[in-house]
């Protein structure tokens, strides 16, 4: 029943920007603590930005922490990411997802990811 689609993601150049949303229906959006994940070719599924349900607290990895920025409209049940100054090693499949308690990746409700690619 619950459905997240991610959209927003391209090709961009070496310190381009841009900006992932997220549409989830299906749960009471409101009441969870969300994320954005990605995953690299090579490498595990990690969570990159996390916000707690009201929106008043964020929390980001420390590969991007100072250029991306995690937001929400509990409104409309959405989730965005701003990402500016992109690096090649940004490039990754980008999946939003409920943020865990334990800091686990989950291990369901993923949606089909939107691909960012970084490359000049």
């Known amino acids: 029943q619950v459905q997240f689609v991610e959209s927003g993601g391209g090709l961009v150049q070496p310190g381009g920007s841009l900006r992932l949303s997220c549409a989830a229906s299906?749960?009471?959006?409101?009441?969870?603590?969300m994320g954005w994940y990605r995953q690299a070719p090579g490498k595990q599924r990690e969570l990159v930005a996390g916000i707690s349900p009201n929106g008043d607290i964020t929390d980001y990895a420390d590969s991007i922490k100072g250029r991306f920025a995690i937001s929400r409209d509990n409104a409309w049940s959405t989730l965005s990411l701003q990402m500016s100054s992109l690096k090649p090693e940004d490039t990754a499949l980008y999946y939003c997802n409920f943020q865990t308690a334990d800091g686990r990746v989950p291990v369901r409700d993923w949606g089909q990811g939107t691909q960012v690619t970084v490359s000049s």
């Open positions: 299906g749960v009471r959006f409101s009441i969870y603590a």
